[in-house]
Every structure is written in C-alpha cells, then in structure tokens.
C-alpha cells in the first residue's frame, strides 16, 4: 500500500474513532441537555464538535421516540446553534432544518410554552431567507406564537419582549403598533417578582428612541441599569444607552458621559466600549485621540468595520494620507457590498491625486 494512502487512511480512523467515542459520551439526556440551554444562559456555546456529537445521538433517539417532541426540539436548538456559525446558504439551510423541526415539535406538544417561542423566534429569524409573500407569512406565524406561549406561560420574560420588537418594527397593516408594543414593556415590569423589571426597562428605551423620545430613553436605560430580573446586565444598559445617543440621536456631547461611566465598568476585552470612546472623541472633533481606541479595536478584531472606517477617517483628517489609504483600501477590500465601499474607493481616488 503507498505510504500516502496507508497515512490517510489512518488519519480517517482516527477521526472516526474520536468521533464515534465523543457521541459514546452522550446519553440522550445530557444531549439534550447540552443543546436546550436556558435562554439568560451565559455560557459558551457548545464546541461544534460537540454538537455534532450532540446531533448524532439525538437523530438516534428521535427514530426510536418519533412521537416524543423533547428530541425533535432538541434537534431544532442544534440546528439554530449550527446556523449561527455557517454562512451564506448553508446558514440558510440550517435556518430552515430549525424551522421545521420546530414547528414538528409544537405540533406534538402544543402546550408548551418554550417550544411556541423558539417556533416564534426561528420564524423570524427566516424572514431574510424567503421572498415577500413567505415572509409575511413568517412574520404572522412568530407572532401568533408568541402570543401562544404568553398564553400558555404569562410570565414568560423573552417572548414578551419578541412580541414587543414585533409590534414596533412590523408596518401597522402587519400589526405593528407603538402602544402594543408599549403594553409589553409594561407587562414586563408589571410580572411578579420584578422578573421582568431589567427587560421591561430595556423594552420601553427601545420604544422611546424609536419615537425619538431622548430623555425618555435615557431615564430608562439608566433605570435599567439598576432593575433586577431575568438577564439583568448594567454594562449592556450603558452600552445600549450610549449607542443609541451616537448613532441615533448623533450627540456626541450627550454620549460622552455615559461611554465614560461604561468604560469605568466595562470588562477589560470589552472592544465595544473602546470603539464607542473613539466615535465619542472623532466625532467632537478629536481624532488624535480616537486614534488609539480604534487601533486598540483594530489589533484585536481586524474585521471590525467601524473603527476601520473610524481610522481612515481620522488619518485622513490628520493629514496622514498613506495611514488613510490603507485603511480605506482595507476597508473596500474587506467589506466590497458595504454601502461605504464607494466613499472608501473615492478617498482612495482623492488621496491619490492630492
């Protein structure tokens, strides 16, 4: 046998071996258990070969139970773990195996209320996917729904607010409606215990920057910041705040203090709070001191679209042309369908001939 094929051949056992002894691993329950995680869970996600080995046992075990929806839903929440990794038509591909598999999954087992949401929630995370006609049709499902799993569960904090982020971004021929949207938020607060005061806050700041409402939107993201509840988080209260303040209010002056009480806070390898610092201090005018916060950004993530576009600005503003153009070029190069690739190629273009 030649040495190549002899080799091959043993690396394919290997990694047979090795797979065959991580699904050995798994029982049925503790696959399910490794997928089905709790939505506030913070915890990494599951290694893909983990979830392969995951998916192998629970295929098994659905061909044993094919009436038991725990497995079909199990099998749902690997396939939305594995679109989230894949690109292009296999994240689609995966996109539509959740999909169907959840819908398997509450046509068995129609009163519970964790596979109406996630059914809910993989609808609209396929609109994208499908032509206008699907995706009403999409939309329509998820909402419906959430409003199964409200139904079955009044104290269900996540498909409150999905059915709130529905009614204020669908059209109101689609159902879209401010005020219901409003009434979730404070559904929310109004939930026993304060389950869902961080939620419900976080809600209703999201309503009033929709509606431009900016005091209103900031009292409560700073009220946030201190509710309890289910997935309470200040640092992304201050985050949202200080986003919303920048790019879509566009007040530099008004987002400064709260990027300065994030920055105080933030975890150590938080990029988004120096990329919020160097937007704070180029658009008040002080690229020199942007500067550092985008490299800073840029060294850890060169793919970070923000603070590339942020730099070239800056070096052009600085007087730094060949800092400038490298930016810009990386930036047409590495984001060619973004709706900024023509302004970088024209600075490219300007700096050239200056």
Known sequence: MPRL????IALLVTVFTMASAQAAEFTPDAAYTLVARDIWSKDP???????AAARAVLEAQAKR?????RWTYALARVASMEARRAQGDAAKDKRKDALERFEVAVELSPGNADYQYWFAAASFERV???NMLSKMSLASDGRKAFEKAIAIDPNFVAARIGLAQFYLGAP???????EKAKAQGDALLALPNKTGEYQGRMVLAGI???????????????????????????????????????NQKKDPEAAAPVVARYLKVAPADDVTAWFLDAEVKRQLGHCG???????????????AKGSRW?????????GQKDAASKNYEEYASRFPNDDRAKEAKAAIKRLAGS
């Not at 094929?5 to 091959?8: F, G, M, Q």
């Not at 996600?45 to 979830?51: A, C, I, N, T, V």
């Not at 109101?172 to 401010?178: D, E, T």
């Not at 201190?226 to 986003?243: E, K, N």
Request: aromatic share 6%; proline share 7%; charged share 20%.
């Open 5 to 8: 094929l002899a080799v091959t």
């Open 289 to 303: 001191d942007a500067l550092p916060q985008y490299d800073r950004v840029l060294a850890t993530r060169p793919e």
């Open 45 to 51: 996600f599951p290694k893909p070969e983990e979830l």
């Open 128 to 130: 994208d996917d499908v």
């Open 208 to 246: 009033a920057a929709h509606e431009k409402d900016w005091a209103e939107m900031s009292r409560q993201f700073t009220l946030a910041e201190t509710a309890g509840g289910v997935g309470a988080d200040p640092v992304a209260a201050l985050r949202s705040q200080a986003w919303n303040l920048l």
């Open 172 to 178: 109101g021929i689609a159902g879209g409606s401010v």
């Open 65 to 69: 139970e094919p009436q038991v929806a």
């Open 310 to 318: 942020g730099a070239a600005v800056c070096h052009e503003q600085l």
